[in-house]
Nanobody, 127 residues
Framework: QVQLAESGGGLVQAGGSLRLSCAVA????????VGWFRQAPEKEREFVAG????????YFAESVRGRFTISRDNTKNTVNLQMNTLKPEDTAVYYC????????????????????WGQGTQVTVSA
């Protein structure tokens, strides 16, 4: 079993930055790709960013491309989401999720392909 825990959320003004971290515990040899998703009130959960185990490939939603970056440190079992130039529409609960198998790139975009989820961290961007 793999446990995920997000941290780093908070309140920030538009144009500011936040760095979210996802700490992975448990059977850390059992997870591969990691993704970040977000869910705003009364909206569907949506893909934000993803990264393969080797970090060779990263994926981003169009709405955050160029503003967000994703990285991972497998020695520390952490995955980070650096969010710059934040906008009020980025306000949501952010979740990290992990797959328990190697997957094709298109798999990263759907929440159905992830096996483990964190509890989420709130990000609020004020205008």
């Amino acid at each position: 079993q793999v446990q995920l825990a997000e941290s780093g959320g908070g309140l920030v003004q538009a144009g500011g930055s936040l760095r979210l971290s996802c700490a992975v515990a448990g059977r850390t040899a059992s997870y591969f790709g990691v993704g970040w998703f977000r869910q705003a009130p009364e909206k569907e959960r949506e893909f934000v960013a993803g990264i393969t185990w080797s970090a060779r490939n990263t994926y981003f939603a169009e709405s955050v491309r160029g503003r967000f970056t994703i990285s991972r440190d497998n020695t520390k079992n952490t995955v980070n989401l650096q969010m710059n130039t934040l906008k009020p529409e980025d306000t949501a609960v952010y979740y990290c999720a992990a797959m328990d198998r190697s997957s094709m790139s298109e798999a990263y975009y759907s929440s159905r392909n992830y096996d483990y989820w964190g509890q989420g961290t709130q990000v609020t961007v004020s205008a």
